[in-house]
């Protein structure tokens, strides 16, 4: 298993190692190619969580930005500042809370200017992947899927970043990288994703967005 990160992972007292990646054995070739994650994002009819779970959520917007690299497609993730109220240090998607006045698509690229001054004027929107609810920051996240010519150049604010990440979904791929565990927890068992970079782990609500990422891309 790679390295990963110092993020504190709050593991409940009771857990057990989850099941083997999904992907293994399959044709990694479809994660080279952004038209072809495009056009299954695309194809993709998201799934509404349910909010009867928690009917008090605050509905929030992460934007998933691809870009086609020098070695396939890419994703831009964030770590998130340390001094923040809640998630701090995670690594997350650009993303926040929706206003009254806005529409989901554009408080996700709202928040993507306002994290790493991603340039939206260039960004297609293709598609969502299934929204879910996160029970520490009281949240009914909706991730909308959008994409960029070209590999952009970012800039982290200080207020809410302290690193931006550029990861190759082949990355989150190798077979030292990914990893799953069940959770025991009040709302019952749990299944959770991580990823463990060279030097940073993915978990919580940001894996299980690359997880349906991964699985749309790969047609599982």
Do not use: C
């Amino acid at each position: 298993m790679r390295t990963g990160g110092q993020q504190k992972i709050p593991r409940p007292s009771q857990w057990e190692k989850g099941s083997p990646a999904p992907w293994i054995g399959l044709d990694f070739a479809p994660l080279q190619s952004l038209d072809q994650v495009v056009e299954r994002i695309t194809a993709h009819a998201p799934q509404v969580a349910p909010t009867e779970l928690m009917p008090e959520a605050r509905a929030s917007a992460v934007l998933v930005n691809l870009y086609q690299g020098a070695t396939g497609v890419e994703v831009v993730l964030t770590k998130r500042a340390a001094h923040l109220k809640n998630h701090k240090g995670e690594i997350s998607f650009p993303g926040g809370r929706v206003e009254p006045d806005e529409q989901v698509h554009e408080a996700a690229l709202r928040e993507a200017v306002e994290e790493v001054a991603l340039p939206a004027h260039d960004v297609t929107l293709v598609g969502e992947l299934d929204h879910l609810l996160t029970i520490v920051s009281n949240s009914y996240i909706i991730p909308i899927v959008g994409i960029l010519p070209y590999q952009p150049t970012l800039i982290a604010s200080a207020d809410e970043v302290d690193r931006v990440l550029h990861v190759p979904l082949h990355e989150l791929v190798r077979t030292d990288t990914y990893a799953s565990e069940v959770w025991e927890t009040p709302m019952g068992s749990r299944n959770i994703y991580m990823y463990h970079l060279d030097d940073e782990t993915i978990w919580g609500a940001t894996a299980r967005v690359l997880t349906q990422l991964l699985r749309i891309s790969l047609a599982i």
